[in-house]
Structure formats: structure tokens, C-alpha cells
């Protein structure tokens, strides 16, 4: 069957529809424990100050097997074909689902029994940390390819010249999962918290506990089976395409381990919970590991020889001479960071606002509501922008949003205090998240447009790949920075030691104003970010890409015939 044929018979905006509720399911995931990570400490009883930076692991652990994951599962699903993959991923999902609901139970007891004969004593609570992080990695290691296979299946169903809003709906309701996922976690754990006791007499009788964090975990696997069965029924007549040639075994080592060696060596995870007291016990920081980052650069270097060298490369290294691709690539990078910029600087702003930990709950809900205020735009503007990508092009539509980007994080860098107003809040997340929503579609539909049919699934995991690296060199790398920012300001500006136990309330509230200034800075960051990322969209990125059969004359010279 040709593609004009499969596009003939199938009606490519009802597989869209269908598949998007996978989508959907496995982006929820990525942001869900954002808003409650510190409750789940309280829960296992582990100390919050003491245990936050292996915690973070839950989801920078989860952000990075997810790039990993997109990293070879695009080729994968030019192999094997697009449905296979989808399949297997949204099932392994589910493991990793299920693994993180019961890791207090039996996969905590595996983790201890390996720990006892290994001849350790360790805490059952901090087994049961190292089981969710573990859950947490599966999952992601499943939901990785959900987003970049599907847009590769845009890619199969439409044409060049219509790619621009379906890739825009695929983006918009990745985002949406974001958004539920600080709100649909943060108004759950709250809720749950608020009725534990009417649930404990409801539930008691079946031998159920109380519904609590992990019951979010549980209700993705029915969830995951519903999509898994849309799945089937939309695939049930797309044609399975298979690329030829061999996977890259090498080149997926080299890049996984310099991606895991470059969030090692870069000292740490966000700590979401900074508040005054806690950043008065922070003055020694990890520093940055010189060797773990040594390593990952000659990880990257072998990547790179070995791509220029093998016929059936992981990644064509030719991709990257096409404008728009090289050219997205880089911008999505700074996308990227920019992005997490947003996402970290709101929960650390309302935990140093909110010093009680019996108020936790409550600022889960106010951390998801006003996460909202970027990520609900973010998934809106997504489909305008591929509207406006179709009319006034790729360039302009992607300059139009890292515009408003500037903008957002600009006003964040002049307004925030401790006394900001949540209202204005909401106003300038607003910017970020339509500036960067505006972004998705053009680059996505240049990326694409920019790959042969057998390389489409590679380009379109390169298309989120830099984005996820973005966010996860900025999860590494934020906390160093803003420790740093904020004992330096702390010792020039109050003097006295830092680890006393006499400080006033006027002190504590001092250093929170010192905090929220150096979130005020992160958005400064965020709008240089935005600026640089203008250059190569003004300079790299064109109306149209038409894919070229570069590779496969690559291939005829390399076997002589």
C-alpha cells in the first residue's frame, strides 16, 4: 500500500484524535509530582531537609529516561514500525505505574534484601524513595516515545503542506498534560488530605487504605489500557512502515551515557521546597563533578565518531545540514531550559511564602493553580501556532513567540518580591507560556518537513529531544546557581552566621525576600535565553523545508555502487 493510498482509506484526524489520549496519559506524569513531592517525603517519614536533593531524582530521574528513551525509540519505530512501539511503550508504562503505587511494599523489600547482602543496613523509607525513583524511571522509559512516534505518524498521514496543525494539536495536548499534572495532583493530594477521614470510614471495611499520592499512580494503569485500546482500534488500518537497516546498539550507549554523566557531573536536582529555613542549612552545595563532566563530553565526542562512521547510524549526522533542522534543534535547547525556568521558579516561590508544613497541601493546590497560569496558554497557543505557521511561516511564527517569551520573563526579573501579588503572577506566565506555545508547531513542522520518510521518526523525537535536554541540563544546574546567588547575598546583606539558631522573624523574612530576588534573576536569565534563541531562528530557519534524499546517497557512496 503507497501513502497516497493509506492516506486515501484512513482518516488521518481520527487516528490523531485517538492516539492523543496516550499522549496525554504519559506527559501527565511528567509534572504530576511536582506539586506534592515534599508530602511524599512526609509520608515515608524521611526528613525533608536532609533527603530533598535524592528525592529530586523523581523527576529529573523521570525527565532524563524520557529523553533517553526518545533518543532511540524514534529510530526504533522507523525499524519496527510505528504501532509495535507504541504498544510496547504504553505497556511499560504501565509497570512502571504500578511499580511506583507498591514500591512500599514488595519492591522496597527486594531493594532492602540486595542492600542487606551487599552487606548495607540502610532505612527501609529510603528503599521505598529508591523504588519510586526506579517506578519513575520505567514509566518515563515508556512514555519517551509516545510523542515523538506520533508525531512521526503526522508525518505518515499528512502531507508537507498540512503538517503544521496537526503537529500543533500534538503539542497542544502534550501540554495539556502538563498542565493536569500540577493540577490534577496538587487538587487531589489536597483533596484527599482534606477527606482522609471520611475515606478511612468508607474504605475500612474493604481493607483499603486511604487514597494519598499513590493512588494517582494506580488510576494511570485503567487509564494506560483504555489508551492502549484506542490505540489499536486507530492503528488497525495504518499502513506499519519499516525503514531499512540495523539499530545503532554503540551510538545509544554513547549518548545515554554522556546525557546521564552531564546530569551527574552538573551537582544536583531542584529543590522545590527552598524555604528560609531550609536555605539556612545550605551553604555547603555539591559542586560540580569535573570528572562525571569529563566523561560525558568524551561520551558525546565517541557519539559523534562513531555516527560519521557506521551505514545504519542512531542519528545522520547530514540531518543537521538541513536549516531548519539544525536550526529548531538549537532553539528547542533553549526552549528548553527556559521552560524549566517556569516550571521551578513557581513551587520554590510559594514554598518560601508558605513556611508551615502542615499548609503542604495547600501549596501543592496553589502550586498547581498558578503552574497552570504558564502551562494551560502554552497548550492553547499551540494550535494558532501552527495556523500562523501555515500563513506567515515557520520564521516569523517562531520569532512571534520567543518575542512574548522576552517579554514574560522580563517582567518576572522587574516585579517579583516576596510580597508579589499572585494576579500579576498569572499575568506574566500568561506571556511565557503563550510565547513558548507559539513556538511548538513551526519548529516541529520545520524539524519534520526537513527528514526523508525514513528518517521522520529519528527527526521527530530530535524535535522534543533538545527540548528535554534543555530541561534537564536546567534541573542539574538551577540549584547550584541559586544556592550560590542566595548565601552570597545573605552573607554581604545580613551578616552573621547563616547556621545560627537565634534568627529573628524579621531575619527569616529578610532571607526570603534575598530568595524570591534571585528568582527575580532566573527570569533575567530566561529572557537572555529567549533573545539568543531569536538568532537562529532569524538567520537558520526558512518558510518550508522539502526533505531531501541526502541519506540515501550517503549510503550509495559508502557501498561503491
Not at 485517538?18 to 512526609?42: K, N
Not at 529508591?130 to 524511571?137: F, N, Q, S, Y
Request: hydrophobic share 55%; net charge neutral; glycine share 10%.
Amino acid at each position: 500500500m503507497t501513502q497516497k493510498a493509506t492516506r486515501a482509506t484512513v482518516n488521518p484526524w481520527l487516528v490523531l484524535g485517538l492516539i492523543c489520549l496516550p499522549i496525554f496519559i504519559g506527559s501527565l506524569d511528567l509534572t504530576i509530582v511536582s506539586a506534592f513531592l515534599p508530602e511524599i517525603l512526609l509520608k515515608l517519614g524521611l526528613p525533608l531537609q536532609s533527603t530533598l536533593d535524592e528525592a529530586s531524582w523523581v523527576v529529573s530521574g523521570y525527565l532524563l529516561a524520557y529523553a533517553i528513551s526518545m533518543m532511540f525509540m524514534g529510530r526504533v519505530s522507523d525499524l519496527i514500525g510505528r504501532r509495535k512501539v507504541y504498544i510496547v511503550c504504553l505497556l511499560i508504562f504501565v509497570v512502571g505505574s504500578i511499580l511506583v503505587a507498591t514500591a512500599h511494599t514488595w519492591p522496597t523489600d527486594l531493594l532492602y534484601l540486595a542492600a542487606r547482602r551487599m552487606g548495607q543496613r540502610p532505612e527501609k523509607e529510603a528503599m521505598t524513595l529508591l523504588a519510586i525513583i526506579i517506578g519513575r524511571i520505567v514509566q518515563a522509559l515508556g512514555a519517551g516515545a509516545l510523542v515523538p512516534v506520533s508525531l512521526a505518524l503526522v508525518g505518515d498521514l499528512f502531507p508537507p503542506e498540512r503538517r503544521a496543525q496537526p503537529l500543533g494539536v500534538v503539542g497542544a495536548v502534550d501540554t495539556l498534560g502538563w498542565v493536569l499534572g500540577h493540577l490534577y495532583g496538587g487538587i487531589l493530594v489536597s483533596f484527599f488530605a482534606t477527606h482522609q477521614d471520611t475515606f478511612t470510614n468508607l474504605l475500612s471495611g474493604l481493607g483499603w487504605p486511604a487514597p494519598d499520592w499513590r493512588t494517582l499512580f494506580w488510576i494511570n494503569v485503567p487509564l494506560t489500557l483504555i489508551g492502549l485500546a484506542f490505540t489499536l482500534f486507530a492503528l488497525r488500518h495504518v499502513e506499519e512502515k519499516r525503514a531499512k537497516g540495523r539499530f545503532d546498539i554503540l551510538g545509544t550507549l554513547l549518548i545515554a551515557g554522556s546525557l546521564i554523566a552531564l546530569v551527574v557531573g552538573l551537582g544536583g536536582n531542584v529543590d522545590v521546597s527552598l524555604s528560609p529555613t531550609n536555605l539556612q542549612d545550605a551553604t555547603t552545595l555539591p559542586p560540580l563533578n569535573g570528572g562525571v563532566l569529563l566523561i560525558a563530553l568524551l561520551a558525546l565526542i565517541g557519539f559523534v565518531l562513531v555516527e560519521a562512521r557506521l551505514r545504519d547510524p542512531l542519528i545522520h549526522l547530514e540531518l543537521f545540514k538541513r536549516r531548519n533542522l539544525a536550526s529548531g534543534a538549537v532553539i528547542n535547547l533553549f526552549i528548553g531550559f527556559c521552560l524549566m525556568i517556569g516550571l521551578v521558579t513557581v513551587p520554590i516561590l510559594v514554598n518560601v511564602r508558605v513556611q508551615d508544613s502542615a499548609q503542604l497541601s495547600e501549596a501543592a493546590l496553589q502550586t498547581g493553580i498558578l503552574l497552570s497560569a504558564l502551562t494551560v496558554p502554552m497548550a492553547l497557543a499551540a494550535i494558532p501556532g501552527g495556523w500562523l505557521s501555515d500563513r506567515i511561516g515557520f520564521k516569523k511564527t517562531t520569532m512571534i513567540g520567543l518575542v512574548l517569551g522576552t517579554i514574560g520573563f522580563g517582567l518576572v526579573w522587574q516585579t517579583w518580591k516576596l510580597d508579589i501579588s499572585n494576579a500579576l503572577i498569572v499575568v506574566e506566565m500568561i506571556f511565557i507560556g503563550v510565547g513558548i506555545g507559539l513556538t511548538f508547531s513551526p519548529i516541529s513542522a520545520a524539524v519534520i518537513n526537513s527528514a526523508d520518510e525514513d528518517h521522520r521518526g529519528v527527526a521527530s523525537a530530535l524535535v522534543i529531544i533538545l527540548r528535554l535536554i534543555g530541561m534537564t541540563v536546567a534541573v542539574a544546574s538551577l540549584t547550584n546557581f541559586a544556592l550560590h546567588r542566595i548565601n552570597g547575598l545573605a552573607a554581604t546583606e545580613l551578616g552573621g552566621s547563616l547556621q545560627g539558631t537565634d534568627q529573628t522573624m524579621e531575619f527569616i523574612n529578610a532571607y526570603a525576600g534575598i530568595a524570591v530576588r534571585v528568582l527575580g534573576e532566573l527570569g533575567l536569565m530566561g529572557a537572555v535565553l529567549c533573545v539568543l534563541a531569536l538568532i537562529p531562528a532569524a538567520w537558520g530557519m526558512k518558510g518550508e523545508a522539502v526533505p531531501q534524499p541526502v541519506i540515501e546517497e550517503r549510503e550509495i557512496k559508502a557501498t561503491g555502487d
